[in-house]
T-cell receptor, first 115, second 113 residues
């Protein structure tokens, strides 16, 4: 089945130690998104790639970076995780928004803990 | 600015009872409306969507939603809730002007046996 896969499902890191979260998709979608979701809150968009074009949300901290080396993969790098960065990180994809009115397909998420 | 309101943070129902989750939006343009469900520890899954046409839309798992333009609402309904429906439900909106969805804060559904 075509899908969005996030690895790892659970990640524990130390305060200030860089961490990378991975997302891959077999849907061949143009757009890939990274969301941060804290407990009992809506997902908060950090940034997204439309093909190779990177779009950063204005309030996303500089501590968060992203890479999309090809259509299938997208990475979230947290350069110096703080305790406040502990959250669920969701990757999502969508096709060309003009075709699907932007239905999003989500991975199962990576739960990040910061010690 | 566009906004999505889900006024109920928690809803508790008994198994077998009917369910309605509320969603209101503030949007100038023609909205595209979505309901997503999130089971504990999982990502979001699309339940149903409304783009145009018939204002009553059917989704997966026996859910339906009705778009009411006059009330700026897109409420989610299910006639008989199952224990497996316990989850977080998010309403989301996009418009022709932006493909980035705006999510409501979510409603947590608790199902009593």
């Amino acid at each position: 089945d075509a899908m969005v896969i996030q690895n790892p499902r659970y990640q524990v890191t130390q305060f200030g130690k860089p961490v990378t979260l991975s997302c891959s998709q077999t849907l061949n979608h143009n757009v890939m998104y990274w969301y941060q979701q804290k407990s009992s809150q809506a997902p908060k968009l950090l940034f997204h790639y439309y093909d190779k074009d990177f779009n950063n949300e204005a309030d996303t901290p500089d501590n968060f970076q992203s890479r999309r080396p090809n259509t299938s993969f997208c990475f979230l790098d947290i350069r110096s995780p703080g305790l406040g960065d502990a959250a669920m990180y969701l990757c999502a994809t969508s096709r060309d928004p003009g075709t699907d009115k932007n239905i999003q397909y989500f991975g199962a998420g990576t739960r990040l803990s910061v010690l | 600015a566009q906004s999505v309101t889900q006024p109920d943070i928690h809803i508790t129902v008994s198994e077998g009872a009917s369910l309605e989750l509320r969603c209101n939006y503030s949007y100038g343009a023609t909205p595209y409306l979505f309901w997503y469900v999130q089971s504990p520890g999982q990502g979001l899954q699309l339940l149903l969507k409304y783009f145009s046409g018939d204002t009553l839309v059917q989704g997966i798992k026996g859910f339906e939603a009705e778009f009411k333009r006059s009330q700026s609402s897109f409420n989610l309904r299910k006639p008989s809730v199952h224990w497996s429906d316990a989850a977080e439900y998010f309403c989301a909106v996009t418009s022709g002007g932006s493909y980035i969805p705006t999510f409501g804060r979510g409603t947590s559904l608790i199902v009593h046996p």
